[in-house]
């Protein structure tokens, strides 16, 4: 069945082509692209041209694109939406913010460069002072403009300075933004960048996507769906496109949290979906805590070579515990890496969570010995307000459950304002019992 999978696929504008190593990764857009009653920017064409630009051959008309299939390093494109920036742009190499134009009211796009995340640096995007109006000709030009620069120039002999941001201080950001100009000039398509634009002020919270949200269609919602620590089964594939099948005219919607969005549920089928098995049982949840919902994990020792820590297994256990004991008034978003390259982006989550060594005592040797173990970061932030917490909270913190929870716990009432569950008197005779 595979080739059938893989046209299938492609027809859909999908490819495993270029999806790792040294190429453009998959474009990050808002998963609420269509159905937001406070978007300024539908990202959907925006990603589709942009992963046409990078994944198909102009020429033969297929996937994979040898033009951007050796570049000094891997390469992200993120497309923001809304004020939410629920793609990230913060730590990406190209990051697209949307925002008017002062004097014309166009809608556009400031750019925002050089964000990533590695084992020796850690670094957040910071602005590029271009602004480009929001169509298709602007977006794949600036795009491609940069990806040229960076191709052609960035450094291939030392890996770890091999990323855009790099090349973006070896230039200087005004610098860098004459050579992307003069780049785009040299391709004459009519395509100009202006100086970048004042951003909104007003007050603004970043929304949720967990849970049931009305859309501005008449008479349709969307529903966000946990999935613990972004593992599913078999099964549970089958089950969620099942489920899109019923409800949502067979779309689902990623997001960067690893959960999925059901779209254009009929505001009648809502409590029928809330309803299904599939979302009853132990795991698939629309209405999740304030931590297990917030709950992201990279892949882990049992599938990844690099971690030094299994991340998935110990997220989705550490998440239940940690809502079993303590309450919170707020989403705490929790984010579990292997290791120091951070694929599971600590450094942008309340609490992060990275593989590293540790001590621990043997009761039975008396002795101090090395058990796995991990860093803790506190303090990162997502949307307008983005910050990267850099620096450990905690080092050298055993991964076992006694030593580990009452970290977090300690963190969470310290620094999120978390209390002591209260358990009901039903629930105190289950676990005397045994049955809790």
Not at 8 to 15: C, D, F, S
Not at 278 to 307: D, H, W, Y
Request: aromatic content about 6%.
């Amino acid at each position: 069945d595979a080739p059938d999978i893989i046209d299938g696929l492609h027809a859909r504008n999908q490819t495993s082509f270029q999806s790792a190593l040294d190429s453009v990764r998959n474009m990050v857009g808002s998963p609420l692209a269509g159905i937001d009653d406070q978007e300024m920017v539908d990202t959907r064409e925006f990603c589709n041209a942009l992963n046409d630009l990078v994944s198909l051959d102009p020429v033969t008309e297929t996937r994979g694109n040898p033009m951007w299939g050796n570049l000094p390093r891997k390469f992200n494109i993120a497309v923001s939406g809304s004020r939410d920036d629920y793609a990230h742009t913060h730590i990406n190499d190209i990051g697209l913010v949307p925002c008017k134009h002062a004097e014309t009211g166009v809608m556009g796009f400031n750019l925002v460069l050089g964000g990533y995340m590695s084992i020796k640096r850690v670094a957040e995007s910071i602005p590029a002072d271009m602004w480009i109006p929001a169509d298709r000709e602007s977006v794949v030009t600036l795009s491609e403009a940069i990806l040229r620069i960076f191709r052609d120039e960035s450094e291939r002999k030392d890996r770890q300075k091999a990323r855009l941001m790099w090349l973006v201080e070896k230039y200087g950001v005004a610098e860098f933004k004459q050579a992307v100009i003069n780049e785009i000039n040299s391709y004459d398509r009519g395509v100009t960048v202006s100086d970048a634009q004042p951003l909104p002020t007003e007050p603004f919270e970043r929304r949720e996507l967990m849970g049931v949200h009305k859309q501005p269609q008449e008479g349709k919602s969307r529903v966000g769906v946990l999935v613990p620590s972004g593992r599913l089964s078999a099964t549970e594939c089958r089950e969620i496109a099942d489920l899109a099948d019923a409800y949502s005219g067979g779309e689902i919607r990623l997001t960067v949290e690893q959960n999925f969005i059901l779209p254009n549920v009929d505001d009648g089928k809502v409590n029928a979906l809330l309803k299904e098995k599939a979302l009853n049982g132990a795991r698939l949840k629309a209405n999740p805590g304030f931590i297990e919902g917030n709950t992201v994990s990279c892949t882990g020792a049992q599938f990844c070579g690099l971690a030094l820590v299994e991340t998935k297994a110990n997220a989705e256990y550490f998440a239940k515990k940690l809502e079993d004991l303590v309450t919170v008034d707020r989403p705490i978003r929790i984010h579990w890496t292997g290791c120091p390259n951070s694929c599971g982006q600590v450094q942008v989550a309340d609490i992060g969570i990275m593989g590293g060594p540790a001590r621990k005592l043997n009761e039975e040797t008396g002795k101090m010995m090395a058990v796995p173990g991990c860093k803790i970061f506190v303090g990162g932030r997502i949307g307008e307000d983005a910050h990267l917490a850099l620096e450990p909270y905690k080092e050298g913190v055993p991964l076992a459950e006694e030593s580990l929870i009452p970290e977090l716990v300690e963190i969470l009432k310290n620094e999120f304002g978390a209390t002591d569950k209260t358990m009901r008197k039903r629930d105190k005779l289950k676990k005397l019992v045994g049955l809790a």
